[in-house]
């Protein structure tokens, strides 16, 4: 098993920033991919950013590319994503998983967190 626990989420205006962290505890952690995901009301829920367990190859979705960054610290078991320049149309409830059955890039993970809301206000 592998809990994982997001922090970071807030109220933010347009144009500013937020750091997102993923904590990963439990049977792993430190050596799965992990990415972050956004559900918006009345959307589907998309991929934003990928990770693999080395932190060597990272994948970005084009609707955040260059404003998106993701990383990991495998000595703190935790990925963030820096969320720059952000805009109205990023806010959704921001969710973090471990443990793709397929492709990173896919939206079939093992494990996933509870998510935390984004905000972002014109």
């Known amino acids: 098993q592998v809990q994982l626990v997001e922090s970071g989420g807030g109220l933010v205006q347009a144009g500013g920033s937020l750091r997102l962290s993923c904590a990963a505890s439990g049977r792993t952690g430190s050596r799965d991919a992990m990415a972050w995901f956004r559900q918006a009301p009345g959307k589907e829920r998309e991929f934003v950013a990928g990770?693999?367990?080395?932190?060597?190859?990272?994948y970005t979705s084009n609707t955040v590319k260059g404003r998106f960054t993701i990383f990991r610290d495998n000595t703190k078991n935790t990925v963030y994503l820096q969320m720059n320049s952000l805009k109205p149309d990023d806010t959704a409830v921001y969710y973090c998983?471990?443990?793709?059955?397929?492709?990173?890039?896919?939206?079939?993970?093992?494990?996933w967190g509870q998510g935390t809301q984004v905000t972002v206000s014109s």
């Open positions: 990770i693999s367990g080395s932190g060597g190859t990272k």
């Open positions: 998983a471990a443990v793709p059955r397929g492709l990173i890039t896919g939206n079939e993970y093992d494990y």
